[in-house]
């Protein structure tokens, strides 16, 4: 069974303090490793895909990277918007469809 | 905007209820997806269609059912709700026609039941 889990829970930064989510995967063949943005009550909106080891991805202050086991989002610089829970999510290859398997995200807060 | 519509925004219905959601892709999309979100078990994989036939099946309630419709819009049947059913329902969408397909959510259906 493809498991996802994310650390921290939740995560409170300082504007302008860099650090990293983390998101270890444990997955028989992997497809694709993506990564999301929430805001409450709001649909997660997509913002990589990763699909090997060594892969590196960056869109304005976020950068993900991927290896074996686990997925790192990096945030450089973060601005109080930055705000959101941020969640990761698996596809494997022996699932017949493209289901994802998602982990419970980090709340992020980006305090000015 | 992720081009995904769902409808309605807000249900509130009573125990034993039945209701239907609905959701239309991203024009051009053949995949259709649907998740439940609730508090302690995140975000959770139902099914998923691809052009009107039922492609993968996740952790779906016998009571819960889905079809996709010719035009490719679809939806989720929700039948003698429980208080535990109570949760956000996001419908995504794909193209389909590739081996990795990036998923784009909706904005939502916010589920209760009383």
């Known amino acids: 069974e493809d498991q996802v889990t994310q650390s921290p829970e939740a995560l409170r930064l300082q504007e302008g303090e860099s650090s990293s989510l983390n998101c270890s995967y444990t997955?028989?063949?992997?497809?694709?490793l993506f990564w999301y943005r929430q805001d409450p009550g709001k649909g997660p909106e997509f913002l990589f895909t990763?699909?090997?080891a060594g892969e590196e991805k960056e869109k304005e202050r976020l950068k993900a990277t991927l290896t074996k086991k686990e997925s790192f989002l990096h945030i450089t610089a973060p601005k109080p918007e930055d705000s959101a829970t941020y969640l990761c999510?698996?596809?494997?290859?022996?699932?017949?469809?493209?289901?994802?398997?998602f982990g419970g995200g980090t709340r992020l807060m980006v305090k000015p | 905007d992720s081009g995904v519509t769902q409808t309605p925004k807000h249900l509130i219905t009573a125990t034993g209820q039945r209701v239907t959601l609905r959701c239309s892709p991203r024009?051009?999309?053949?995949?259709v997806y649907w998740y439940q979100q609730s508090l302690d078990q995140g975000l959770q994989f139902l099914i998923q269609?691809?052009?009107?036939?039922?492609?993968a099946k996740g952790n779906i309630l016998e009571r819960f059912s889905a079809q996709q419709f010719p035009d490719l819009h679809s939806e989720l049947n929700l039948s003698s709700l429980e208080l535990g059913d109570s949760a956000l329902y996001f419908c995504?969408?794909?193209?389909?026609?590739?081996?990795?397909?990036?998923?784009?959510f909706g904005p939502g259906t916010r589920l209760t039941v009383t």
């Open positions: 995504a969408s794909s193209s389909g026609t590739s081996v990795l397909d990036e998923q784009y």
């Open positions: 997955v028989s063949g992997l497809r694709g």
């Open positions: 990763l699909y090997s």
């Open positions: 999510a698996v596809q494997a290859w022996d699932n017949a469809g493209n289901m994802l398997t």
């Open positions: 024009s051009g999309d053949l995949s």
């Open positions: 269609y691809y052009n009107g036939e039922e492609r």
